[in-house]
């Protein structure tokens, strides 16, 4: 199964955000009410978006909180795609 290397949340919210608005990592965190390092960690992909960071975001940047999620999982499923060995998987199922 092949699958492309979706960016990180974090460098959308940088990339799509943060750079095109001039905001800083400090006045957007404040205005999450989150910590500057929470922020940076998710701009620099140590920590993904979690539900509640992703209500955060939707309600800042006026989007939805599924998208924040949305382009987690993916990035995580892309991730998983790549670091899971499956060779010793067994079929189980095979449908018609």
């Known amino acids: ?4 290397n979706p960016p990180h ?3 959308l919210l940088k990339e799509d955000y943060l750079v095109p608005l001039g905001l800083t ?3 957007v965190s404040k205005k999450l009410k989150i910590s500057r390092q ?3 960690d998710l701009i620099n992909g140590r920590i993904g978006v979690s539900p509640q960071m992703a209500v955060k975001l939707a309600k800042a940047f006026n989007t939805s ?3 924040w999620l949305n382009h987690q999982l993916q990035y995580d499923l892309a991730k ?3 670091e ?3 060779d010793d998987i067994e ?4 449908s018609a």
């Not at 199964?1 to 492309?4: D, F």
């Not at 079929?91 to 095979?94: D, G, M």
């Open 9 to 11: 949340p974090g460098e």
């Open 65 to 67: 909180p599924d998208c």
């Open 80 to 82: 998983a795609l790549k």
């Open 25 to 27: 990592i400090t006045e």
């Open 38 to 40: 929470t922020l940076s």
């Open 84 to 86: 899971t060995n499956t």
């Open 1 to 4: 199964m092949l699958m492309c």
């Open 91 to 94: 079929v189980i199922y095979k």
